[in-house]
Structures are given as C-alpha cells and as structure tokens.
C-alpha cells in the first residue's frame, strides 16, 4: 500500500474548490503553508528513575480568523506531516462552522497506553512548559484529540497556570466540568455528526429505520454516535475498536448499552460478546477493520484515524453515506472513487465540527466567567450546525460539486474575506 502524506491530502483537497471558485492566488498560497511549527524536546523522569526525552509539536497554521484552535494527540504515530494536516483541516473546519478561530494541531509522539498515571502526569506537565510560550487564551487555545483527556487538559491549564503565575483556564478547552469545563463537550463531536447527518437525510426523504450503520473507532466519538443514531432509530450493524471489529449477524442491530459492557470488559477483539464474564447472545462474529469499512451497509461512519478509506479500498466500499467522524479519514483518491460511485461523503470539516464548536462555548464561557447549562449548549451547537449543514449544501448545488468540495469553498469565502483584511490586500 502506497504510504499516504495526510499534508498533501489537505492541500489536494483545497486545490480543488480553490479551483471551482478562482480563489485569489495569493490566498491560496497562504493556506497552504502554516505560520509557525513548534517542535519542542519533552523530558520525563519515569518511574523507574530514567529520563526520557520525546518529541513534540504545535503547529499553527493560519490566524487570520482568531486565535489557533485544535487538538493535542498522544499517539505513537504522530508526526509533523499529520500534524500539519490536522492544523489546515481546523482552519478550515473553524471556518465552515464560522467560529472565531484559526487552525491548530499538537502533539507528542509516545505510545501513552504504555505509561503509567503518574508518568502521564509529568508528560502532559512537561509539554505545557515545554509549548507554554507558544500558546494562549488569546494565542493558541489547545484541547484533547487522541488519547487525551479532560484530565490531561486540567494538568496543561494548571501548568501554564504555574508558568505564566496566573491561573488560565481560558488557555485550553475539553476540561473537566470542575477545572473550567462545558457542559456537553463529551457528547459534542457525535452530536453535531449527528445533525448533520439528519440534515441529509432530510434531503434525501430517507428514513432512520432503513439505514444500516457500520462505525469505526468505538471511542469517545463513536461510541456517543452509536447511541444517538440507535435511539434514533438506526440500525447499528458493525462497530470496532483498534484491536478488532465486530458484525451482527442477526436482524436485530447491536445494542450501546451492551457493546459499552464488551469495550469494557474485553475490546472488540476475543471473537465473542461479554456482559461481564457472562455470555450474552450468540449471533455477532469478528471481523477486520478493513473488513468493516467495505460491510454491506447505508452509512460508514468512520471514527479512528486518517487515511482509511483510499484508492485501495474505495471501489468496494457498499455505503450509500460516509459521515466523517474522524480527521482526513477519506484520502483525494478515495474522494475521487467514492464521487464517481454516487457515494456521499459528509465530511469531516463539516461534520465533526461540533467538537471545537462546543470548545469555542467553553473557551467563551472561560473569557466571560460564565456558566451555560446543556440545554443551552445544544441549542447553540444545534443551529450553528445547521446553518453551516445549508451553507454547505447550497454551495454543493450552486457548484454541481461533492460536499467536501462544497465545504471547502464555504470557508474559503471566510478565509478570503479575513486574509485581505489581514494583509491589506
């Protein structure tokens, strides 16, 4: 399989709606460089004693629109090429939700399952030192991404609070409720999946109770969308986590409730379903990853990492939809594949954007020394969601164009605007 540059992904993609809408030249090159890219040594003492030194990044890749916005990994696989990828996607994605952000991405190459709790602490301390000059509640304002957590961020806020010798809780978004935190950021990348996916569907006149659904990634994301989609209805068919991948063989759908339990207890892996010690139902068999990307199925909802679905698998994958859970799950070549094939990608600028939407919420809750209820929250992360959903679609229509494409050039019309004024052009 040919080893995929996600960097050049994002800019392929970008090139094309640059293109439909004869972006500016000079704009167009400005996106497709990031402003700054911070590489910084992150020492650890171990438990054992040792010192460890590992590798991180911030990249921020455009402010035009406000301060840098996005996530921090900790993944063994993280590299300056994904990095820089996952920044530009945040711009853009920041843009097509119109919130007042720019685009930004970090991270710490480390296999973070094999570190104890106390050594996660004194990593995820050490890289706020280590980026503290860097970032902000005004500057760069990070939050969690793959496996991190709300509780790594309170370290990283408590830490720059010790830095700067003032507490900031501003700085970073994804806390816990007690340490800053929004009410309904757990649930808000699913949740506005979730009404982008409706806002579709309402499109198509097509019914929940009809769709089949494989998920991918049966983390925070997909776990949360695998409960909104059976509550709505929806038939959940086959799910995975990154140990292996389960498919119900039955017509009755897979339960939230119980593949929780399994996640918990086993992963997806050990070819049978556990309540517990308990064997439950037969009826489900073990499958691959790459075999539930191409399940026969309406709707993929692709929920782990990028470059899943390629010019390698693209002809065979059956779902009449791809939600985009993930970040740069679908490469330009499998774009180009699934297009010809009348499959829609909703994509991942638009439609897991709920997650910084809802971090915007804590950021702005943060800065006012407020506090909004759930109900409040939603509301607002609702109609934001569809307004950007028919922002979209009417670009689609208006183009004759893919809805990436149409997303793409929804935020160039944002990012337009905020560069010339930026640069005086």
Request: aromatic letters at 8%; charged letters at 20%; a neutral charge.
């Amino acid at each position: 399989m040919t080893t995929i540059n996600p960097f050049e992904s994002a800019l392929k993609q970008l090139e094309k709606a640059a293109k439909l809408v004869n972006l500016d030249p000079k704009i167009n090159e400005i996106l497709r460089h990031p402003e700054h890219i911070v590489q910084v040594a992150v020492p650890v003492i171990m438990d054992d004693g040792a010192l460890k030194v590992f590798e991180g990044y911030r990249v921020q890749h455009n402010s035009a629109r406000g301060p840098y916005k996005g996530g921090l990994r900790f993944h063994p696989q993280t590299d300056l090429n994904e990095v820089k990828a996952l920044a530009a996607w945040m711009t853009w994605k920041c843009a097509v939700v119109g919130i007042p952000y720019g685009g930004g991405k970090g991270g710490i190459t480390i296999d973070s399952k094999k570190l104890s709790p106390a050594e996660l602490e004194r990593l995820s301390r050490s890289f706020a030192r280590a980026i503290a000059p860097f970032i902000g509640p005004t500057v760069d304002v990070p939050a969690p991404d793959v496996y991190t957590t709300p509780q790594i961020m309170a370290w990283i806020a408590d830490e720059y609070g010790k830095v700067t010798g003032k507490p900031s809780p501003a700085v970073i978004t994804g806390k816990p409720l007690e340490a800053g935190g929004s009410q309904g950021r757990d649930t808000a990348t699913a949740q506005g999946g979730f009404y982008v996916l409706s806002g579709f569907m309402q499109k198509m006149n097509w019914q929940p109770a009809q769709m089949k659904v494989a998920i991918q990634g049966y983390g925070n994301a997909g776990s949360v969308m695998a409960q909104l989609l059976h509550a709505a209805g929806y038939k959940i068919v086959a799910v995975s986590d990154s140990k292996g991948a389960l498919l119900d063989t039955t017509s009755a759908g897979m339960n939230p409730a119980h593949l929780a339990k399994t996640k918990k207890e086993k992963t997806f892996a050990g070819g049978e379903y556990w309540n517990g010690s308990v064997y439950v139902r037969e009826g489900y068999k073990t499958i691959t990853n790459a075999e539930l990307l191409e399940a026969d199925v309406d709707i993929l909802v692709p929920a782990a990492l990028e470059n899943q679905i390629t010019g390698d698998n693209a002809e065979r994958i059956k779902a009449k939809i791809v939600l985009e859970l993930a970040n740069g799950p679908t490469t330009p070549e499998g774009d180009e594949i699934l297009a010809r094939r009348q499959i829609t990608v909703l994509p991942d600028i638009l439609a897991n954007a709920g997650g910084v939407t809802v971090s915007y919420f804590e950021w702005d809750q943060n800065m006012k020394g407020e506090t909004w209820d759930k109900a409040q929250v939603f509301t607002k992360l609702e109609k934001i969601m569809n307004d950007a959903f028919a922002a979209v679609y009417a670009a689609k229509e208006k183009y004759n164009t893919d809805m990436r494409t149409a997303a793409y050039i929804s935020a160039l019309e944002r990012l337009s605007q905020a560069i010339n004024k930026k640069y005086g052009w």
